[in-house]
C-alpha cells in the first residue's frame, strides 16, 4: 500500500470512528500542526568522537594543571580506571555536553577543577562541537559551533566562517546553557516535549533530558527499566525512542495534543461550574438578607390600633395581667379541689372492692381508716393491711377482729353510694378545672395582643428607623432584580469536535501500535532472555514487555515478578539485554530509531561475577559492531577489560591513577 493509501485511509478511518467527515478530520489535524500519516522510522544517530578536559586538580592525588584528550571508538570504549579516579566523571561530562545537565551531581570539588570542556559529537548526522569554560563549577560561557566534518571541528574553540565553522548557539551561565542545549538537540533529533495530563486539571512537561534516559542507563539500584522517571508513562514514551512502532510517533504527538485539549476543557468547565457555585451562593445570601430585611420593617411598622394612646394601651394591658393573675390562682385551687376529688372517688371505688370480698373490711366498715399509728404516728404499711383483709387482724392494733356480718348487703350498698357521690364531686372539679384553663387561655390571648398593640403603637414613634430599614429592603430587593444568573459554558463546537476527532485518532492509533508491537515485542522478549540468561540471570524461564516499558519476570517453577522487585544487580543485567534486544530487533525490522549511544557505569559493580562480567563485555562489543551501535562503559576491573575487549577499545589509566 502506498503512503497516499495509508493516509486516505487513515483520515477515513478517524473520520468513521468520530462520526465526521474526512474534511473535519484534516481540519483537525491542520490546525494543530499535526502530520496525518504514519511516518517511517527517523534516524537520530548520536555519535562522541572526542572529549577534552583542562584545569587544575587540588588535593593529594595528582594535584595540579591537566589537559587531557580522550578519543572514543565507533564501537564500544571500555574507561579503566581505579575507583575514585574520573571514570564516572568522564559519563557525566558527555552527559553535561549533550543533555544541558549531569544526569547526578558531580562533586563540587570535581567541577570546581574544571576551566574547559570540548566535545566534538555529530547529532543526526550534523558534525557539531561544544565548548564550555568554567569557573568554581559553573558555566561562565558555552558555545555550541557547527561544520562540514567532524575532524574540521578538532581544537577550535571559536567560529571560523572562512573555514565554514558557524554558531549554532551561545549561552553565558549554567542554567542558560541547559535550557538552549534542551531545544537545540530536540530540534535536531526531530523529538518532541513529552507533556502529560496532570491530575486532569493541567500538564506536565518533559524535554530532552527525560529522552536522554534512553542513551545514559540507570545504574542497578533505579527501579526505572528506562529512563529516570519512572511515573506519567515516560518509560513507555523512552520505549518509543528505541523501537519506533508503527503509528507511535503520530500516536505520541495526537495523544498530546489530545490530552492538552481535554484537560483545558475540563479546566474551563471548571472555572465555569466554581463561578455557578458561587453566584448561586450570592443570590441565596441576597434572599436570606431580603428575608430578613423585611421581618426588621415588619416589626417596626405600626399596627391598626396607632390612634389609641399609649396611656390606654398601657392600662388595659395592666388591667389584663391582673386579671390573668386572678384567673391563674382560680386554676391553681381548681386542681387542688380536682386532685383531692379524683384520691377520695379512688379510695371510695377502693372500699367498695374491699367491702365486696372482705368480711373483716364490713365490720371495719363504720370505723376509723387511719394511715398511721395515733400513737407514734409511724406509717402503716401494705403488709399489715393485707394481713388486715386476709387474716382478719387489725391494720393499727394487730388484734383479731370479731363480730358478725350481719347486713353485707346494706354496707355494700353504703359503700357503693359513697363511690357514686365521690365521683359526682370528681366530675364538677373537672368541670370547673377546665373552665379555669379556658378562663387563663384567653386572658393570655388578650394580654399578648394588647402587648403586641402597645408594642406597634411605641414603634410608630421610630419613623428614622423604619425608614431605614424599608430603604434596606429596596435596596435588596433591586439587587435581585437585575441580578445575573450564572450562564452555562458556552458549548464551542469547534473544540468538541477537535476533542472527538483527536479522541478517535488516538483510539485507533493506539490499536495499530499495539497490533503491531505484538510481533516486534514477541522476538524482543525472546532475545531479552537469551541476554540476560548469558549475563548471569539465573533460572529465567521467560520475560515479557509492553509498550509502557513495564517488564514482566518469570522464573522457573515460581509465579510472575516485577522488574523492579529484582534485586540491583538482576535489574542492571535486564536493563542491559532489554536494550540490546530492543536495538536488535529494531534494526533488523528497521524501526529502531534510537540515537545509537549507551552509557553505562561500571557494570560489575553491581553483584556480577567476572564470569558473567566477561560474556555482558564481549556481547556489547559485538553488538555494538553489528548494530552499528556506539557503546561507553566504565569498568575499575583492568584484567576483565583486557580479557574480554580489543586493546584499540580501551582508553586505560595507570591502577591508582586518575583517567584525566
Not at 433591586?478 to 444568573?485: D, H, K, M, N
Not at 468538541?496 to 524482543?524: G, N, P, Q
Not at 563485555?617 to 566504565?634: I, N
Request: aromatic share 4%; proline share 4%.
Amino acid at each position: 500500500m502506498s503512503t497516499a493509501q495509508e493516509e486516505a485511509l487513515l483520515e477515513t478511518r478517524i473520520a468513521d470512528k468520530a462520526g465526521v467527515q474526512v474534511d473535519d478530520v484534516r481540519d483537525v489535524f491542520a490546525a494543530y500542526g499535526l502530520p496525518l500519516v504514519i511516518s517511517p522510522a527517523r534516524p537520530r544517530s548520536l555519535r562522541v568522537h572526542r572529549l577534552r578536559v583542562a584545569g587544575e586538580r587540588t588535593g593529594d592525588v595528582e594535584p595540579g594543571p591537566f589537559d587531557t584528550t580522550l578519543s572514543f571508538s565507533a564501537g564500544l570504549t571500555a574507561l579503566v580506571a581505579s575507583n575514585f579516579r574520573g571514570k564516572t566523571s568522564v559519563l557525566e561530562l558527555l552527559t553535561w555536553c549533550l543533555r544541558g545537565t549531569p544526569r547526578s551531581e558531580m562533586q563540587n570539588r570535581v567541577r570546581s577543577w574544571l576551566h574547559h570542556i570540548d566535545l566534538d559529537a555529530t547529532v543526526a548526522g550534523e558534525p557539531m562541537a561544544f565548548r564550555l569554560d568554567l569557573t568554581d563549577g559553573e558555566i561562565t560561557a558555552a558555545t555550541v559551533l557547527t561544520g562540514s566534518e567532524p575532524s574540521a571541528l578538532a581544537d577550535v574553540r571559536g567560529p571560523a566562517p572562512d573555514r565554514g565553522i558557524t554558531v549554532l548557539l551561545r549561552a553565558s551561565s549554567t542554567d542558560s546553557y541547559a535550557e538552549q542545549i534542551a531545544g537545540l538537540m530536540l530540534g535536531r533529533m526531530d523529538l518532541q516535549p513529552l507533556v502529560n495530563s496532570f491530575k486532569e486539571t493541567s500538564t506536565q512537561t518533559h524535554g530532552w533530558p527525560a529522552y536522554f534516559g534512553a542513551v545514559y542507563l540507570p545504574a542497578g539500584g533505579d527501579k526505572a527499566l528506562l529512563g529516570e522517571v519512572t511515573s506519567n508513562g515516560l518509560p513507555g514514551r523512552l520505549l518509543q525512542v528505541f523501537l519506533d512502532l508503527p503509528a507511535a510517533a503520530a500516536l505520541t504527538r495526537v495523544k498530546t495534543v489530545h490530552d492538552v485539549r481535554l484537560a483545558e476543557d475540563k479546566a474551563r468547565r471548571a472555572v465555569a461550574a466554581a463561578e455557578a457555585a458561587e453566584r448561586a451562593s450570592e443570590r441565596e445570601r441576597l434572599e436570606t438578607d431580603l428575608a430578613q430585611a423585611r421581618e426588621a420593617l415588619a416589626r417596626l411598622l405600626p399596627g391598626d390600633a396607632t390612634d389609641v394612646s399609649l396611656t390606654d394601651l398601657a392600662y388595659d394591658a395592666v388591667q389584663l395581667a391582673r386579671a390573668l393573675a386572678d384567673a391563674q390562682g382560680a386554676w391553681d385551687e381548681a386542681v387542688r379541689v380536682f386532685r383531692r376529688a379524683r384520691t377520695e372517688r379512688q379510695q371510695a371505688a377502693k372500699l367498695v372492692n374491699d367491702v365486696t370480698e372482705s368480711a373483716t373490711a364490713r365490720l371495719l366498715f363504720h370505723g376509723l381508716n387511719p394511715t398511721s399509728c395515733p400513737r407514734c404516728d409511724q406509717q402503716i404499711d401494705d403488709m399489715r393491711r393485707q394481713q388486715e383483709r386476709h387474716a382478719h387482724t387489725c391494720a393499727v392494733c394487730a388484734r383479731e377482729v370479731t363480730g358478725d356480718d350481719e347486713d353485707p348487703q346494706g354496707i355494700t350498698a353504703e359503700a357503693q353510694q359513697r363511690l357514686e357521690t365521690s365521683a359526682a364531686a370528681e366530675e364538677a372539679a373537672k368541670k370547673d378545672l377546665e373552665q379555669a384553663e379556658t378562663t387563663v387561655d384567653a386572658l393570655t390571648r388578650q394580654l399578648e395582643g394588647a402587648q403586641e398593640q402597645l408594642r406597634r403603637a411605641q414603634s410608630a414613634a421610630d419613623l428614622p428607623a423604619r425608614l431605614a430599614a424599608q430603604e434596606n429592603v429596596l435596596r435588596l430587593e433591586g439587587a435581585l432584580s437585575v441580578f445575573r444568573e450564572p450562564e452555562e459554558p458556552a458549548l464551542d463546537e469547534s473544540e468538541a469536535k477537535a476533542i472527538k476527532v483527536l479522541a478517535a485518532a488516538s483510539d485507533l492509533l493506539e490499536k495499530d501500535s499495539k497490533t503491531a508491537a505484538e510481533t516486534l515485542f514477541k522476538e524482543v522478549n525472546d532475545e531479552t532472555v537469551e541476554l540476560a540468561t548469558l549475563f548471569g540471570v539465573p533460572s529465567l524461564q521467560s520475560v515479557s514487555i509492553d509498550r509502557g516499558a513495564r517488564l514482566k519476570i518469570f522464573p522457573l517453577g515460581s509465579k510472575q515478578e516485577w522488574f523492579k522487585d529484582q534485586t540491583a544487580g538482576a535489574r542492571l543485567r535486564l536493563r542491559i539485554a532489554v536494550a540490546i534486544a530492543l536495538l536488535r530487533v529494531g534494526r533488523a525490522k528497521g524501526v529502531s530509531t534510537h540515537p545509537g549511544l549507551l552509557l553505562i557505569d561500571s557494570p560489575k559493580s553491581e553483584e556480577m561475577q567476572s564470569a558473567d562480567a566477561h560474556k555482558l563485555f564481549k556481547e556489547l562489543a559485538t553488538v555494538a559492531a553489528e548494530s552499528d551501535l556506539q557503546v561507553v562503559l566504565t569498568t575499575a576491573d583492568f584484567d576483565l577489560a583486557r580479557a574480554a575487549l580489543p586493546a584499540d577499545s580501551i582508553r586505560q589509566a595507570e591502577p591508582g591513577a586518575s583517567l584525566w
